[in-house]
Nanobody, 123 residues
Framework: QVLLVESGGGSVQEGRSLRLSCEAS?????MAWFRQAPGKEREGVAAIKTYGNGDAYYDDSVKGRFTISLDKAKRTVNLQMNSLEPEDTGVYYC??????????????????WGQGTQVTVSS
């Protein structure tokens, strides 16, 4: 079991930056950020492995603009979001996935979720 608490959301203008943080009671195999825009399904934004080289994965829509990182001392998962666009608007969720047998896509089978934090980008 892991408890996830997000912070750092807010309202900004297009082109500005925000930094989201997720405080975790513990790290699991993979940590990630998802988002859900109004009227759309939740989608994976960025994921990072907490072991080995700490490989990170990004949805194509955020590559080059968003960066996911871990602070193991503080047990936080951060999402630095630069050059924000109105299309980035949505509720952002922190998620955790335990180690599972077999191969998984970077945004599949996450079982632990935070309550979400709102990000609004205006043009």
């Amino acid at each position: 079991q892991v408890l996830l608490v997000e912070s750092g959301g807010g309202s900004v203008q297009e082109g500005r930056s925000l930094r989201l943080s997720c405080e975790a009671s513990g790290f699991m195999d993979t940590m990630a950020w998802f988002r859900q825009a109004p009227g759309k399904e939740r989608e994976g934004v960025a994921a990072i492995k907490t072991y080995g080289n700490g490989d990170a994965y990004y949805d194509d829509s955020v590559k080059g603009r968003f960066t996911i990182s871990l602070d193991k001392a503080k047990r936080t998962v951060n999402l630095q979001m630069n050059s924000l666009e109105p299309e980035d608007t949505g509720v952002y969720y922190c998620a955790a996935r335990r180690a599972l047998p077999g191969t998984r896509g970077p945004f599949e089978d996450f079982g632990y979720w935070g309550q979400g934090t709102q990000v609004t980008v205006s043009s």
